[in-house]
């Protein structure tokens, strides 16, 4: 039962150009939803969160989008560099009975310069 | 260095000898959680201490796998009868709270031969 789901294993965009990566949930019980972005034999670093009750939060050149109704949330770069490449992961989280972070399956960004 | 740190980075084994992984998280982090990550997968959530405490168990965590905090700050994870199926990145993160980000330790990787 894949809760957070990825559709874009991969996704390649020109340098300077906007990222869009996308993420959708099942579970509305699902109240904080987080990003992150994990290089190769490393673990994830964390980028960037939204609280349910928002709808869009800004962190520099990093923007998250939530669309609860559609339980949708997307990642915005802008502008995208070369060192973004990497694989991104969407997570969601809920305090209603469980404690864990569930992870998509992730979908590598390739920026060209 | 104050992140989450894991001991050892790498680990070749034999099957059906046991491994036991160390985790030391952030200081005065009480969430401390275990994830196993296989290639094209994101992290699988495995447990959940706050902190002394087991809260939660994955199902993926067969009778094989035991994880302990002691003391409420460092974890270990153990396997006991490797198989080949154990091969992955075991990942560890902890946080200070519901509702926020967990940090990721570099991760083991571990290789059942």
């Known amino acids: 039962d894949q809760q957070v789901k990825q559709n874009s294993p991969s996704l390649s965009v020109q340098e300077g150009r906007i990222s869009i990566l996308n993420c959708d949930y099942t579970n509305s019980m699902f109240d904080y939803f987080l990003w992150y972005k994990k290089y190769p034999a490393e673990g994830p670093t964390f980028l960037i969160s939204i609280s349910s009750i928002k709808d869009k939060n800004e962190d520099g050149r990093f923007t998250v989008f939530l669309n609860k109704s559609a339980k949708h949330l997307s990642l915005h770069i802008v502008p995208s560099q070369p060192g973004d490449s990497a694989v991104y992961f969407c997570?969601?989280?809920?305090?209603?009975?469980?404690?864990?972070?569930?992870f998509g399956t992730g979908t590598r960004l390739k920026v060209l310069a | 260095d104050t992140g989450v740190s894991q001991d050892p980075r790498h680990k070749i084994t034999k099957r059906g000898q046991n491994v036991t992984f160390r985790c030391d998280p952030i200081?005065?982090?009480?969430?401390l959680y275990w994830y196993r990550q296989t290639l094209g997968q994101g992290p699988e959530f495995l447990t959940y201490f706050q902190n002394e405490a087991q809260l939660e168990k994955s199902r993926l965590l067969s009778d094989r796998f035991s994880a302990e905090r002691p003391k409420g700050s460092f974890s270990t994870l153990e396997i006991q009868r490797t198989e080949q199926g154990d091969s992955a990145m075991y990942l560890c993160?902890?946080?200070?709270?519901?509702?926020?980000?967990?940090?990721f330790g570099q991760g083991t990787r571990l290789t059942v031969v």
């Open positions: 200081s005065e982090h009480n969430r």
């Open positions: 993160a902890s946080s200070p709270g519901a509702r926020t980000e967990a940090f």
């Open positions: 997570a969601a989280y809920t305090t209603s009975g469980t404690y864990k972070y569930i």
